[in-house]
């Protein structure tokens, strides 16, 4: 038969069920679950050899033969499926699925059901095949000896449907202006970021020669309170501010043991009544315009200084220098 006749749900005709399923496959064109929360597999609670699914719709493609058409199954309560008892010396794995029987194409039984399609098993075991007409929820791994089931042994394998209908709607097409790259006119369309044009924010970027209209950055703040500080990467170009009632160090770390490029800036303020010392570590080398070039001091209190890397473990302390 090439033509099925009469169409769908004429007012004076009759019609044979798989027609009204073809019909369906227009609207659910795979198997798979209608709504991504349906006919969920989850681990039974106390823990057993068992397993809950969820309620839910499915739509299950006839696969006994060709041109059965898409059946639509309801689960309206949660079930309990039992898992059957484990073999002493090999694990196994499991298929929980939802089965469609037809008599009228096979068999002798009208109905859905949900059901547990015991592996074989192995020292590597693999899961049985998905029976026809049916849906795959989820594999089950079952240990040797097992004596339950928890929800890491648990793979969902559900798919939700697709369908034959093309989407419509107000947008027909998405171009891809400056600095992006993609788009499309049919399906699923993606934009990415042209990175030769635009920068890629979720990774370092260096601008040369940009202009900047209206800049606006805000320099974060590391409070510090103790009488010693190391800075860390992760200071750079932030304000560290240094509170203590006694004198504080600031020590700048080896180029290895904290990497900053050249340019790094540590900004440091004297919050407290303690006079900052910056100092460097044994290889670092630092210069200011202070009394002790190698060890210069914050003058007063809200005196702020900043250190710059001109090279790589060489520092150049300016500010208000005591």
Not at 18 to 30: G, H, I, P, V, Y
Not at 62 to 67: E, P
Request: aromatic share 4%.
């Amino acid at each position: 038969m090439t033509l099925r006749t009469p169409p769908s749900w004429l007012q004076n005709g009759s019609h044979p069920a798989e027609n009204d399923r073809l019909t369906t496959q227009a609207l659910w064109a795979t198997t798979g679950i209608i709504n991504s929360s349906s006919l969920a597999v989850t681990a039974n609670s106390p823990v057993g050899m068992s397993v809950l699914v969820a309620s839910g719709w499915a739509a299950i493609v006839g696969t006994t033969q060709a041109n059965m058409g898409t059946y639509v199954a309801y689960n309206d309560a949660q079930v309990t499926l039992t898992i059957a008892t484990a073999d002493p010396t090999n694990p196994r794995i499991d298929r929980v699925v939802m089965t469609v029987n037809d008599a009228y194409y096979t068999g002798s039984t009208n109905n859905v059901v949900l059901q547990v399609i015991t592996g074989t098993p192995a020292g590597s075991p693999v899961a049985p095949a998905t029976p026809a007409n049916s849906i795959s929820l989820a594999t089950v791994a079952v240990a040797a000896a097992a004596l339950s089931i928890s929800s890491g042994n648990i793979t969902d394998t559900r798919t939700l449907v697709t369908t034959n209908i093309p989407e419509s709607g107000d947008i027909s097409s998405v171009t891809a202006g400056t600095g992006l790259s993609g788009g499309g006119s049919s399906g699923a369309v993606t934009l990415s970021i042209d990175t030769s044009v635009t920068a890629d924010l979720t990774t370092a970027q260096t601008l040369t020669n940009k202009n900047l209209t209206s800049p606006r950055i805000n320099l974060g703040i590391q409070a510090e309170t103790g009488t010693t500080y190391t800075p860390v990467l992760a200071d750079n170009g932030k304000l560290i501010t240094l509170t203590n009632a006694s004198p504080i160090t600031l020590t700048i770390p080896l180029n290895a043991s904290v990497a900053y490029p050249v340019g790094a800036q540590l900004n440091m303020a004297q919050m407290g009544a303690g006079q900052v010392t910056v100092s460097g570590a044994g290889g670092v080398t630092v210069v200011s315009t202070g009394a002790t070039a190698a060890t210069p001091k914050t003058r007063a209190q809200y005196s702020t200084l900043t250190a710059v890397q001109t090279s790589t473990d060489n520092w150049l302390v300016m500010g208000d220098i005591s």
